[in-house]
């Protein structure tokens, strides 16, 4: 069984489990090439430990233990030029998130920043997309507007967390000429455990026009899901989670950010947020969504 894409549709009407591949297998936009600022290659945590970073004493929300997100004030450059600031509207109001670019003209954020049915009265009826936001109307690649998106039918049907990705589907191409969008991929358990893992977006208390990063370790696996001890809040739901095998590589996202620690199962005793992973059938989707915008672009390894 695979997973359906499902597209909001025009009239705003509405719209099985697998898994995760056993191999490895990543997705990349063909023929674009990327570096990091040499600050930012010593700031991104790399490769993986036996032990999680130690904060401080209780937290709130979903910042666990001393809050040590950072501000990203260097927004114009690669990798956080490819993280979105979105405004959302929808049938019930006015909310924040954040996507990243995956294709040129196709960003991955929350199912829910799309869709979601109780919260949202629907299908979102617009977003407004700011690649690299840095506070008030500071927009270094400038602001484009979307109204048309994607997500899984498990997502629609079920608002079930473990399929709660989507695709916002751009009219603009905003990136930099010599950016190429995340690589991202589908990785066995053997590979992700104890990876340090890194969260970069836009929170809600810090007004969703500022980036913020933090960075920890995974803490555990599930077949659909990754957990990590990584400070987020409210607004940063659809932020790549991403890892850096080594030093030197560019960023690998691994999953799609989406919950704080209420999202958590209760058969897990962990204070943690989480991912949805991703897995074959979702890299497959996002391959789907990607030739969709930009014919041909994508490539699977």
Known sequence: ???TSVTKPDDGAEGAPTHPAAKREVLHVEGETSSMDAADQLRLVVGRSETPIQSGSAGVLSVIGLDERTRIMTTDLVPYVLICALEIESPWGM???????IGRKTLITAGHCVYHRTQMGGWATRITVTPGASSGSQAPRGTTRATRFS???TWLADLNPDYDVAAIHLDDDLLPAGAAPFRVASLPDAELTNMLINVSGYPADKGGKQ???ARNRVRSLRPRR????VDTMGGQSGAPAFILEKAGDTPLVVGVHAYGTG???SDLPLEVNSAPRITSDVLALFKQWVDQDTPGAAVRS
């Open 151 to 153: 997500t899984t039918d």
């Open 211 to 213: 980036q913020w990063w």
């Open 95 to 101: 909310f924040v998130g954040t996507g990243w670019y």
């Open 226 to 229: 990754i957990f990590y001890d």
């Open 1 to 3: 069984m695979s997973l």
């Open 263 to 265: 999202g958590t199962p």
